[in-house]
C-alpha cells in the first residue's frame, strides 16, 4: 500500500491529536492530506512497509511520496499544507531538529495528562470521510 496523496497517522485516542486532526482538516488549502489513526489496521500496514526505526511511533506521522517524516519533521511538512499564515511555521526547520525534537517530545509525553484521553477514536464530520483511510 502506496497512499498516492499525503497521510498523517495521528494518535486517535489523544484529545490534542483529534485537535490537531481537526485543525488540519480546516485549513489544509490543497484538500489533499488524509488520515488513518495510529491504532487502525491501514497505519499498521502503512508503518510495516514504510517504517524503519525499531520502535514504533505514539504520535503524529507524515507520509508523503513514500517518505515518512515523524516528531516535528512532521508536524512542519504538514504545515507547509496549511493556509495562511499556518504555512509560515514551516519556517521552524531553520531551528536544528534535536532542539525541536526535543520540545515536540516534551509535549508528546506530557500530551495524555495536560488534553486528556478518549476511550475511542474521533469520529470525523460527513463532509471529512472520504479523507479518513479505513
Same mark, same amino acid.
Given at each position: 500500500?502506496?497512499?498516492?496523496?499525503?497521510?498523517?497517522?495521528?494518535?486517535?485516542? /489523544?484529545?490534542? /491529536?483529534?485537535?490537531?486532526? &481537526? %485543525?488540519?482538516?480546516?485549513?489544509?488549502?490543497?484538500?489533499?492530506?488524509? %488520515?488513518?489513526?495510529?491504532? @487502525?489496521?491501514?497505519?499498521?500496514?502503512?508503518? &510495516? &512497509?514504510?517504517?524503519?526505526?525499531?520502535?514504533?511511533?505514539? @504520535?503524529?506521522?507524515?507520509?508523503? &511520496?513514500?517518505?515518512?517524516?515523524?516528531?516535528?519533521?512532521?508536524?512542519?511538512?504538514?504545515?507547509?499544507?496549511?493556509?495562511? *499564515?499556518?504555512?509560515?511555521?514551516?519556517? %521552524?526547520?531553520?531551528?536544528?531538529?534535536?532542539?525541536?525534537?526535543?520540545?515536540?517530545?516534551?509535549?508528546?509525553?506530557?500530551?495524555?495528562?495536560?488534553?486528556?484521553?478518549?476511550?475511542? /477514536?474521533?469520529?470525523?464530520? *460527513?463532509?471529512?470521510?472520504?479523507?479518513?483511510?479505513?
Amino acid at each position: 500500500m502506496d497512499p498516492a496523496e499525503p497521510v498523517v497517522l495521528f494518535d486517535g485516542a /489523544c484529545n490534542l /491529536c483529534n485537535s490537531s486532526v &481537526q %485543525f488540519i482538516l480546516l485549513n489544509d488549502r490543497s484538500r489533499k492530506l488524509h %488520515f488513518t489513526s495510529l491504532q @487502525s489496521e491501514v497505519a499498521q500496514k502503512l508503518l &510495516q &512497509q514504510h517504517w524503519e526505526g525499531a520502535n514504533l511511533p505514539d @504520535s503524529i506521522i507524515l507520509i508523503d &511520496q513514500g517518505r515518512v517524516y515523524a516528531q516535528s519533521d512532521a508536524a512542519l511538512h504538514i504545515a507547509a499544507h496549511l493556509k495562511w *499564515p499556518y504555512a509560515l511555521l514551516g519556517m %521552524f526547520r531553520i531551528v536544528p531538529r534535536p532542539i525541536r525534537d526535543a520540545v515536540y517530545d516534551w509535549i508528546a509525553r506530557n500530551r495524555y495528562r495536560w488534553f486528556g484521553k478518549q476511550d475511542q /477514536c474521533m469520529l470525523p464530520r *460527513p463532509e471529512w470521510k472520504s479523507r479518513f483511510l479505513n
